[in-house]
């Protein structure tokens, strides 16, 4: 009967996380923060410019829109909803999620709520302006529950 030899196996990775010099983890999450302060200001204008085409959207597709203006609606929501969670504009970002949400479900259904969408539109410009660390979870619940009462995850 043979012997077995076994051979250590080294991650790389840890050998270069324990290899001196590089940058210590408090540093870099530093000059992350730095860098999105940087940036924060013009990602805001067009998290308002996207507010503005959904706006548009809304009021170009009317009660019947076409397929491309409800994919657009739901893109435009799904962008400001990436941008609000960058910056911790919580409260914005559900709101944006809800009307993916809703968009999602409607497309998938063949229906439309131009009023359910246009009181998520009217919700964002009111949570794009909050003030920080007001709380407008009933906001964002109600939101929430408009989304399922106009339409539910689940039928049967």
Known sequence: MSSATFIQWQNPLTKMISA????????????AEKNLAEIRDPCLVDVDKQQDQLDQLSSQGGDNPTEEVKREIYDRSNEVYA???VFG????????F???EL???????????REAVDVHLAAFKLLRNAEPGVDHSSVVNGLEKL????APQNEG
């Open 20 to 31: 001196p010099g590089g940058v210590r983890v408090s540093d870099s999450l530093k000059q």
């Open 103 to 113: 968009t999602d479900r409607l497309r998938t259904r063949g229906l439309w709520s």
């Open 98 to 100: 809800s009307l993916c």
């Open 89 to 96: 504009l919580d409260d914005l970002g559900a709101a944006a």
């Open 147 to 150: 989304t399922n009462k106009i």
């Open 83 to 85: 941008v609000a969670g």
